[in-house]
C-alpha cells in the first residue's frame, strides 16, 4: 500500500479485523530487545511535560488507546499546535517508522488527528531531517520505543 493511501493510525487501530491479541502476538523484533540499556536521555519523560513545552514542531512519543483496556500503542508525532487550554487538545501529524528502525521515521503528511495531553507519554528530542533518494526522512540520535500496529 503507498503511503499515501494509508489508513490513519486512528483508522488503522479502530478500525482494524485483526484482535489486539494477535497483533501482540506479532510485536515486531525491535520490541523484543531488551530496553534495559535505554538512555533516559531520550526524552524528558512524563514528570516534566507540561503545557508550556507543547508548541508547533516540538516531537512527542505518544500513547494510542485500543479497544481492550490497558493495551495501547505508542508512536511519534509532531505538534502543529499547542495545547488547546479548553479542551487539552493538540493537533498532531504522525510519523511511522521505516523498516523497523526505531531511529529513522517517516512524516505521514495526511496522518493529522488531535489527541489529548494526558496521551503524552514524553517530549523527544528533535530528530535531523535527511533526504534520501528524493525522500525525506526523520533521523533520532537514539532508539525511540515505538510499538505500531503493522
Do not use: W
Request: net charge negative; charged share 25%; glycine share 2%.
Amino acid at each position: 500500500m503507498a503511503s499515501n493511501d494509508r489508513p490513519s493510525i486512528y483508522k488503522t487501530v479502530y478500525n482494524s479485523s485483526s484482535s489486539d491479541d494477535e497483533d501482540l502476538m506479532t510485536i515486531s523484533v525491535r520490541q523484543q530487545k531488551d530496553t534495559s540499556n535505554v538512555d533516559a536521555s531520550t526524552s524528558y519523560g512524563k514528570e516534566s511535560v507540561h503545557i508550556n513545552l507543547i508548541s508547533p514542531g516540538t516531537y512527542l512519543l505518544i500513547k494510542v488507546p485500543t479497544q481492550k483496556a490497558n493495551i495501547y500503542y505508542r508512536y511519534v508525532a509532531t505538534c502543529q499546535s499547542g495545547v488547546d487550554h479548553d479542551d487539552g487538545e493538540i493537533l498532531v501529524t504522525f510519523l511511522r517508522s521505516v523498516r523497523n528502525n526505531t531511529r529513522k521515521f517517516k512524516l505521514e503528511v495526511k496522518d493529522v488527528s488531535y489527541i489529548n495531553f494526558d496521551q503524552i507519554i514524553s517530549i523527544i528530542p528533535t530528530p535531523v531531517l535527511k533526504k534520501e533518494h528524493n525522500r525525506e526522512y526523520y533521523y533520532f540520535d537514539r532508539d525511540i520505543d515505538v510499538y505500531e500496529k503493522n
